[in-house]
């Protein structure tokens, strides 16, 4: 496979929104993908330089679509999908969900053997291993989101450290969009050159938390941070407050996104003409050998304030 290393900039009617703040067209550029046969090396110092690779094709592709399939057939029950579509395509209802069982089917689809097999698939662990230089470690609280079309849903910009303080900081969020994931249907933008900010933001923290208790200063609800460890959810204003532009990316299944602890990204509001779910996964590595924060020791479950 031969991945150019330049793309073209996001298509000019292109329009990022979230949280009721439209990004400006010149605040806007291309994520730059990698093809992972350029070699670990490679793609490391890309990684140390940039604060993200952006790895193409680096699972099978039709192993992806299966498992986003396989996801929709266990939440069709809720209301979620419009009937008479292949799961795989993960149509929209327009109306009618039962949110409460939602819920409960996400938390119990985390839980499962598939998703645990689809987050430790041998690619990928072989890839991580290589990558941190050792026995790779994944971490158990791992999460999955779906976001309906025309919704306001989206993440605020933030960087992952402020919600895994309780271990090392060489950790490597591993960001997989479970299907084709085009930029207007809201996936994850990365804020150019943010890890330089993120490190300065953290050091100032660190600063400033020496009246906090142990427990308040690795938790991202302590009195020195934005409420529940945001930091901004407007992004027109954080692209011109740090004069950088929001990098965004027409995503494809089989594609992974690794990013540094450090890095600020977001998501936008799912504009999909055609109604489809957006569904991802972000799940955390490191070296088996580092220090683990014990609070992501659990699964994942709503309200478990991290």
Known sequence: MSIATNVEAPKADLSLAAHGRTIPAERLGPLQPTDPAIGIDAIRHR?????????????????????????????????????????????????????SLADRRLMSIVRSAAYEG??????????????LQGISYLHKRKLMRYTKPGTATATPAHYDLVYLRGG??????????????????????????????????EAEFRRRSGDLSPEERISAYNSHMAEGGWVSKDLPDMAERFNARWLAADYEAGDVV?????????????????????????????????????????????????
């Open 47 to 99: 990684y140390e330089e940039d604060g993200y690779v952006w790895l193409k094709g680096l699972l099978p592709r039709s192993e992806v679509i299966d498992f986003r399939r396989w996801v929709f057939s266990r939440l069709a029950k809720t209301g979620l999908l419009e009937p008479g579509h292949d799961f795989a395509l993960g149509i929209a209802a327009a109306e009618g969900v039962d949110w």
């Open 118 to 131: 689809f987050c430790a698939q041998p690619p990928l662990v072989r890839f991580m291993d290589a990558f």
């Open 168 to 201: 090392t900081s060489r950790l490597v969020t591993a960001w997989i969009p479970i299907g084709d994931v085009p930029a207007e249907m809201g996936g994850l933008i990365y804020l150019e050159g943010s890890h330089a900010i993120g490190r300065g933001m």
């Open 258 to 306: 690794l990013h540094s602890p450090y890095m600020i990204h977001a998501a936008t509001t799912n504009q999909d003409r055609a109604g489809r779910l957006r569904l991802s996964t972000d799940i955390r590595f490191q070296n088996v050998d580092d220090e683990i924060d014990a609070r992501w020791n659990n699964h994942w479950s709503l309200g478990d304030m991290l």
